[in-house]
């Protein structure tokens, strides 16, 4: 199929972007296009405007500065992943990355792009939410940032303005100490995730748990934190048996039950997934792997 008929802007600057937006009803951002162009195509999505941030200088930068790995809008996939700098502050952006599409769809799609798409099942809000991270947007009203807890709204619905662009993402680095890891159940490689889990694990001098960050993508409206795993975790000695039960937790919070089990086949992957997790990270933050 093709596109529905509408106004192409090649913006030249955040202003102008923002300002086009703003000018009309209903617009989207051409970052990647990896979602958008499918959209347009299939005619999910017919706007009155599309906005085309690739000519936008400043976008393209990735930085280390005050302990956060910062992200501009117009960084595909694939920089990210292959940054040095962003890996050594945070390698578990790099662990994320290598689950996102495929490689030749890494290397256009970009990371502000997926975080703005807000697909339920998509890896990296999920990492953004387990790590506390947040976005600068900027729209007619000037700048602000929004934490990743009050991004995401809904399956492919965040809490952006119509006349927002997200400008900048923001990772904070991995604690001192602490492991990583990012698992997920697909059914084919590079597909969206059944069930993904993200999951920073800070053990104490004795080994047991002193911090425990987890969140998912795939089984809820949106990337959700996981509260109650992670206080059942914290306080444990991280036996395998500790684990387990913390997993459990995980039950409530899986409201996709859109898998023909009602919901049971993926709280059985979701808990499955978090034993997972929870082990990497832990004999990551031991032998301090990749870090
Ligand atoms: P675009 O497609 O350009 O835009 C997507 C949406 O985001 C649009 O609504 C647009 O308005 C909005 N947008 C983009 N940038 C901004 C911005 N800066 N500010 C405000 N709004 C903005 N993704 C995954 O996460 N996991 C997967 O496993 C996965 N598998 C895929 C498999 C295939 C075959 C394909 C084609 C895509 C897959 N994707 C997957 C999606 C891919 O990661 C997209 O690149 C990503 O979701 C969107 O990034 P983009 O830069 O291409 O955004």
Sequence with gaps: ????????????????????????????????????????????AQPDAVIDINRV??????????????????VRHRQLELSDEAF??????????????????????????????ADAAAELPAALVCLGGSVTVQGTGGQRTVAASDLFMFHMTTTL?????????????????????FVEMTRRHGDYAVAGICA??????GGGCAAASI??????EKPVRLPDVEAALVGTDLSEAAVRAAAAHV???????????????????????IVR????AVSRAAGNAGQ
């Excluded at 106004?7 to 600057?13: I, T």
């Excluded at 680095?173 to 602490?178: K, N, R």
């Design 1 to 44: 199929m093709k596109p529905a008929r509408f106004e192409y802007v090649a913006a030249r600057s955040v202003e102008e972007a923002v300002a086009a937006r703003a000018a009309h009803d209903d617009t989207v951002v051409l970052a990647g296009g990896q979602s958008l162009i499918p959209m347009l195509n299939y005619r999910v």
């Design 215 to 220: 969140s998912a993508c795939g089984i809820a």
């Design 251 to 273: 039950d409530g919070a899986v409201t996709n039950e859109d898998d023909g089990a009602g919901g049971r086949y993926r709280r059985k992957v979701a808990r499955t997934l």
């Design 57 to 74: 200088p400043g976008l393209g930068g990735i930085s280390v500065a005050d302990g956060a790995v910062r992200v501009g809008a117009m």
């Design 277 to 280: 997790a929870v082990a990497t």
């Design 161 to 181: 303005q119509p006349d927002e662009i997200i400008t900048e993402a923001l990772f904070p680095a991995l604690p001192d100490g602490a492991g990583y890891a």
């Design 88 to 117: 050594a502050a945070n390698p578990l952006l790099r662990e994320v990355m290598g689950n996102v599409a495929h490689i030749p769809i890494r290397n256009r799609g970009t990371i502000c792009g997926s975080l703005a798409h």
């Design 200 to 205: 920073v694990i800070t053990p104490d001098a």
